[in-house]
């Protein structure tokens, strides 16, 4: 479950989550998004998506994307593993496939 904010401007995501999604401890998760080595964003979906939002995390090499609904129910996840490779540039924005 992750915790959103009344307006939906702010989520709580636990870092087991994010560490999963990312091949990380979840004790190096807090430190990465300090020291911004874990880049983030969030998209509200619209019309046949409205009422979810998109939260996104990525490093060099991975990307993470869960979809939650408005109660902060996982409704999907997903990682994109780029192996030795890092991730283009394109794939590191809101918005990118």
């Known amino acids: 479950m992750i915790e959103i904010d009344a307006d939906g401007s702010s989520f709580t995501v636990p870092a087991e989550l ?3 999604g990312l091949k990380l401890t979840p004790e190096a998760v807090q430190p990465m998004l300090a020291g911004r080595l ?3 964003w969030v998209e509200a979906g619209v019309d046949a998506d ?3 939002f998109r939260l996104t995390f990525a490093t060099d090499k991975r990307r993470l994307r869960v ?4 109660l902060g129910s996982v409704v999907s996840h997903s990682t994109l593993d780029f192996g030795g490779h890092d ?3 394109g ?3 809101p918005g990118a496939v």
Do not use: E, F, H, N
Request: hydrophobic share 55%.
């Open 18 to 20: 994010i560490a999963q």
């Open 38 to 40: 874990i880049s983030t």
């Open 50 to 52: 409205l009422g979810t």
């Open 67 to 70: 979809i939650v609904d408005a």
């Open 87 to 89: 991730i283009p540039l």
């Open 91 to 93: 794939a590191r924005r």
